[in-house]
């Protein structure tokens, strides 16, 4: 199962990866951004050559509703039809599993939590991942998630102690929570579900723990032991609902501007020439998974995601994270999908549409002009199928 060029670790193996063992990799696969209106790269800087974000989708822009229309329509949060499409959504998944989820072949890539984290980077580069689960073969018991996330405490904590460079290639994924607690970093809460247990009850807990990925987990009959069974994302989760309730999608026709669907405060931002370890800060300050990248009048030019902090710190090279973002860019793959952006004014049944289609992780809000409004995470579109209109639920909406 392959989320994107960057996919987690979703593939069947048949054992952790130790450091005698890595994975043969394969060659992961990608579509192109059907139905957008992709304008090509731009003319950039000689090493800043990339994917450009792909045009506002026009496809995407909503029909104008006739007035007498609109007057019909019952007003207020939630017209009947919208809540009537998010209640079909959300029984769907109360009948549906997490195994349900998975597709009929599919690998899976664990790393055992000995394994030494310069080793670990390199299997996840070889197999075109982003993520494994790691597994304590002592106790014989899932022992988390190895994610981008854990680079970036890695590079956070060569900041804080410049001096212990040396000694960073020595570090073992079983030290990561040793990492965490030298450099103030409250630990991931290790979170996993039943294959066979709801899928409504996965996308909870992965709202609940801010969790974008979780592993499903399983026991052995016979030994009574834990098993990896895979991982599921939200962009998996997401696009399952998207091909499998388009009768119940459709019915979501309030605009993002109204729904107020992302964020469009206080955004982190970067250019071209800002520094790797500059957008690292930032991911850190501000706690989020992307930064957009723009120039002096604001436009989009790119995106540089938590996912690209990999390729950049390949050989352990730690200490050379002053390259620009633009450099860093144009090692992306060549099969790279480009960036998806939306209008404020754009439906979600029209966003659920392009994840139908396409591999979207996230969509960059702006305007006519491609200037920057806002961007909408996966995280927010899930929260809003599950817990709008909900009463007295203990995740805040």
């Excluded at 966003?351 to 702006?366: C, G, M, Q």
Aim: aromatic share 6%; glycine share 6%.
């Amino acid at each position: 199962m392959e989320d994107d060029t960057r996919t987690p670790a979703e593939m069947a193996h048949p054992g952790p990866a130790t450091e005698d063992s890595a994975p043969v990799a394969s060659s992961p696969t990608t579509t192109s951004a059907a139905g957008t209106n992709s304008s090509g790269p731009l003319p950039l800087r000689h090493g800043h050559e990339l994917p450009f974000v792909a045009a506002p989708s026009s496809y995407l822009r909503p029909k104008p509703i006739s007035r007498t229309m609109s007057d019909n329509r019952a007003s207020g949060p939630l017209d009947k039809e919208q809540m009537q499409g998010l209640r079909g959504v959300r029984e769907f998944l109360k009948v549906r599993t997490s195994y349900d989820v998975l597709p009929l072949s599919f690998r899976l890539v664990v790393l055992d939590n000995n394994l030494l984290i310069r080793k670990s980077l390199n299997i996840l580069i070889q197999n075109g991942i982003v993520s494994a689960p790691l597994w304590d073969s002592k106790n014989s018991t899932f022992a988390g998630l190895l994610t981008s996330t854990d680079f970036i405490n890695v590079i956070q904590y060569y900041c804080q102690y410049p001096d212990e460079i040396g000694n960073i290639d020595q570090f073992r994924l079983c030290s990561l929570r040793d990492i965490e607690r030298a450099i103030g970093v409250l630990p991931l809460e290790t979170v996993s579900v039943h294959p066979m247990r709801p899928l409504y009850e996965a996308c909870r807990r992965m709202l609940k723990t801010r969790a974008r990925r979780i592993p499903l987990v399983d026991r052995d009959d016979e030994t009574g032991r834990e098993m990896v069974v895979s991982v599921i994302t939200q962009y998996r989760i997401l696009k399952f609902i998207a091909v499998n309730n388009e009768q119940y999608t459709m019915l979501l026709k309030k605009a993002v501007r109204e729904l107020g669907l992302g964020t469009y405060k206080d955004l982190a931002t970067a250019t071209m020439g800002s520094s790797v370890l500059d957008v690292i800060h930032l991911m850190v300050k501000y706690n989020i998974s992307a930064v957009p990248i723009i120039d002096k009048n604001n436009k989009v030019l790119n995106l540089f995601e938590a996912v690209d902090v990999i390729p950049c710190i390949k050989g352990g090279a730690y200490d050379e994270l002053s390259a620009t973002v633009g450099e860093a860019l144009s090692r992306r793959a060549e099969e790279f999908g480009g960036i998806y952006t939306c209008n404020e004014d754009d439906r979600l049944d029209a966003i659920f549409d392009t994840i139908r289609k396409s591999r979207v992780h996230r969509l960059i809000v702006v305007d006519d002009d491609n200037r920057l409004k806002g961007i909408i995470s996966l995280s927010d579109i899930l929260k809003y199928v599950l817990l709008y209109g909900e009463e007295d639920d203990d995740i805040e909406y």
